[in-house]
């Protein structure tokens, strides 16, 4: 079958679905990923012949698009602040907000970490997209990361060696721990924070597919984790180190109050590229 006709045919399924830009925008990573083809190879070229175990693999993808599936799941990566990472069921698909807090540890880092080595630690890493961006960014820094998933770790571990970073990964139920093992100058965690009342707002293809435990957390206790990280971090923080969260935007002024509880200065609300708070830093 020819690439333009089976286009065609993909566009027609889809887009009871999807918006064309989104549709769109999956068939060319398909292309890119199953023909090693761009969008503008093909442009010039839309009598080119998809061969069948081509159009089998199309095929498949399709009808997990139609059943809502992320499309990285499908591909099985995707890209976060500029490099490659792997992801499957048992990790979150990064999200833009995740960049632009990593962006802000960077941008807080730089001058000293030119100076001397930091220890940074990632709390609830799941594919390991901050603590391997960070080891890219600020490579004298030195990156441990925990998650409660030994499969969730198992994916950290592929990106750090995909990404040609070292990072000490520990398999840790943060909510049971008593304390931390090491000194760290950087703590950073974005743990789940979406309220299960925030369930009927949200799409098909995050609900059904993504992993519930690194999503949501009961609605009387909403901030079970930042309370807990908080508390380990008041001891394990170095004397100028600082704390960073990605928050939910709903609870950014709960979450602030919840800080001061713990003593925190210097609390830092810091919004998104849409005007929404989804970021917080403090020290102690």
């Known amino acids: ?111 000293n970490i030119q100076h001397s080595i930091f220890s940074i630690l990632d709390i609830g890493t799941g594919s390991g997209c901050i603590p391997i961006s960070l080891a890219k960014e600020l490579p004298q820094a030195k990156l441990s990361a925990i998650d409660v998933s030994v499969e969730a770790l198992k994916v950290a571990q592929l990106n750090a060696s995909l990404n040609k970073v070292t990072v000490n990964f520990i398999q840790q139920d943060i909510l049971k721990a008593e304390n931390l ?10 743990p789940p924070y979406v309220r299960e009342q925030e369930k009927e707002f949200m799409h098909k293809n995050v609900l059904e597919f993504e992993p519930e435990l690194a999503l949501f957390v009961e609605n009387e206790n909403p901030l079970i984790f930042y309370r807990k990280i908080a508390q380990l971090a008041k001891t394990a923080l170095t004397e100028n180190g600082i704390l960073y969260f990605e928050i939910n935007e709903y609870l950014a002024e709960e979450l602030k109050s919840m800080l001061k509880e713990f003593d925190c200065r210097e609390i830092e609300l810091k919004k998104d590229i849409f005007g929404k708070f989804r970021m917080c830093k403090a020290s102690f």
């Open 181 to 190: 093992s090491g000194k760290y100058d950087v703590i950073v965690s974005n």
């Open 1 to 111: 079958m020819k690439i333009k006709k089976y286009k065609t045919e993909f566009f027609a399924k889809l887009l009871p679905l999807f918006p064309e830009t989104e549709v769109e925008s999956f068939f060319y990573l398909l292309t890119e990923a199953y023909l090693d083809k761009t969008r503008i190879q093909l442009a010039l070229d839309p009598n080119f012949e998809i061969k069948p175990e081509h159009y089998q693999q199309f095929e498949k993808a399709l009808a997990r698009l139609i059943q809502q599936e992320p499309i990285q799941y499908i591909l099985g990566d995707t890209e976060f602040f500029g490099y490659p990472f792997q992801v499957n069921q048992h990790t979150l698909i990064p999200r833009p907000e995740t960049e632009e807090l990593v962006a802000w540890i960077i941008e807080d880092c730089k001058f």
